[in-house]
């Protein structure tokens, strides 16, 4: 079962924006706050792409270049989720997003590969569409 637990996706027009959420879900055994947090997606026929991630202690931020000045990563006030609002949508954003935790020894380091994420969670369908 994912220990990660996406929602926000949707259709959504070129332009437009949306927010989505990652948590822990019922079956996790581990607390969100302990751990970097980052974004992928998957587009159909793609590879998995690393989008944002966010560290654990002092919550930097770093992005993709596809992606940067348009998604911004965040956490809530007791790190319990991690938000990551996209804005000016396009069509080339259509994809799967996953969100994925990970322990690292350096509480300021943030993962850019997929193989150093520890949980994951099932994904949130994105579609930017006409």
């Not at 980052?38 to 966010?54: D, K, M, N, T, Y």
């Amino acid at each position: 079962q994912a220990q990660l637990v996406e929602s926000g996706g949707g259709v959504v027009q070129p332009g437009e924006s949306l927010t989505l959420s990652c948590s822990t879900s019922t079956f996790a055994t581990f607390s969100l706050n302990y751990y970097g947090v980052g974004w992928f997606r998957q587009a159909p026929g793609g590879q998995r792409e690393w989008v944002s991630c966010i560290s654990r202690d002092d919550d930097r931020a770093t992005y993709g270049d596809a992606v940067w000045g348009r998604f911004t990563i965040s956490r809530d006030n007791a790190k319990t989720t991690v938000y990551l609002q996209i804005n000016h949508l396009q069509p080339e954003d259509t994809a799967v997003y996953f969100c994925a935790a990970g322990y690292w020894r350096g509480g300021d380091y943030c993962a850019r590969s997929a193989g150093e994420y520890h949980f994951w969670g099932q994904g949130t369908q994105v579609a930017v569409s006409t």
